[in-house]
């Protein structure tokens, strides 16, 4: 008896203990314990890092970029980058704007235009990707200067006429504002929670996430399983210019400006969010969760580093140090999981 009660014991122990490497393995254990380390450094140093307001300007601008990194995850899932998700992000609220304040259409009509513009252009990054064999990296940096150059081009490189979007339906459908208490939250949170969800689900609940992890993990024995490789890869850069498009058409209407050159910078720190987060470089492995905390964990040190008084400019210095501390981790990780400790 006694025997069986110290068994049973001993299984209880060994059942936890597995649960808490598999916990402690997950790519998101990571980031988020890096996360809460962040919010407890900056709260203690400034204590309205967790104001009400400064709580809600950090949430206005992260949700925009964060589109962009949901989209992002799931086309680095499948083994692919995109550059030029920062000049649709600038160059979709230029071809809006131009339509709408030239009366060509109206705000809704240029609001599916300028989607659709970057949905052709995602479709030229897929097909050039898997027709002609041209590395991701270097199809996508083309279109970055191909597309911020035509921004530029269309504005004379100034950014279009300020308007006022106010009584717009799509503005409030979009951006709409309101108060639960003092805490302002703009529709754009909504959205980027919802795109959150869908992609999450699409890429752990059902059988094209499972196509989607298989294109990056291994194309030749996906293809042996009926995969088609091509058409994930090419309806993912579609994915990922729209989302692009759409993150920088809420952007222009909350700030009421098109500006060419907005956007800038943001591939690459939106990569940054998606390998912090815990995505393999290499692909075959994605984690919508994880990108969301990578999100936070890069928007909290960009508005904390300010709160305490660093200077903006060294910004880049902290998130080189993050990236290389996380690859550290997840590799470190990786390989205690491998090794079954």
């Known amino acids: 008896m006694f025997t069986s009660v110290r068994s049973s014991i001993g299984d209880t122990r060994l059942k936890r203990e597995s649960q ?6 997950a790519p998101e254990f990571g980031p988020f314990v890096l996360l809460v380390l962040e919010i407890a450094v900056f709260t203690a140093i400034n204590p309205d890092f967790l104001s009400v307001l400064n709580i809600s300007n950090t949430l206005t601008f992260t949700v925009e970029l964060g589109l962009i990194a949901l989209a992002m995850t799931l086309l680095m899932t499948a083994g692919e980058f995109d550059l ?13 704007w131009t339509l709408f304040n030239a009366g060509l259409a109206s705000l809704g009509v240029a609001f599916l235009i300028s989607l659709v513009v970057g949905a052709l252009i995602g479709l030229f990054n897929g097909l050039f990707v898997t027709r002609l064999k041209i590395p991701s990296f270097l199809v996508t940096l083309g279109m970055l200067l191909v597309v911020r150059g035509t921004a530029l081009f269309v504005t004379n490189g100034f950014p279009q006429r300020t308007w006022s979007a106010e009584g717009q339906w799509l503005a409030k459908l979009l951006v709409g504002d309101f108060y639960i208490g003092p805490f302002r939250v703009y529709a754009s949170l909504f959205w980027f929670l919802a795109a959150a969800l869908i992609l999450g689900y699409l890429l752990t609940e059902t059988k094209y996430g499972n196509w989607i992890q298989a294109t990056g993990g291994n194309p030749g024995a996906a293809r042996a399983r009926g995969v088609d490789v091509s058409g994930v ?9 729209v989302m692009s498009s759409f993150a920088g058409i809420i952007s222009s209407i909350r700030t009421s400006a098109a500006n060419p050159n907005s956007g800038t910078g943001y591939e690459l720190e939106v ?3 998606v390998v ?6 290499t ?9 969301v905390l990578g999100i936070l964990i890069l928007r909290v040190m960009r508005n904390g580093i ?27 990780l990786e390989r205690r999981h491998h090794a079954g400790t």
């Open 20 to 25: 808490l490497r598999r916990l402690i393995s």
């Open 84 to 96: 030029s998700v920062g000049s649709l992000f600038g160059f979709a609220p230029v071809v809006m």
């Open 233 to 241: 890869k090419v309806a993912l850069f579609i994915l990922s210019a």
């Open 271 to 273: 990569i940054a969010m």
């Open 276 to 281: 912090i987060g815990g995505t393999a470089l």
């Open 283 to 291: 692909g075959g492995r994605g984690t919508i969760i994880g990108t």
């Open 306 to 332: 300010v709160l305490i008084g660093v200077p903006g400019l060294a910004y880049n210095i902290f998130i080189g140090a993050i990236i290389l501390g996380m690859m550290a981790l997840h590799s470190w």
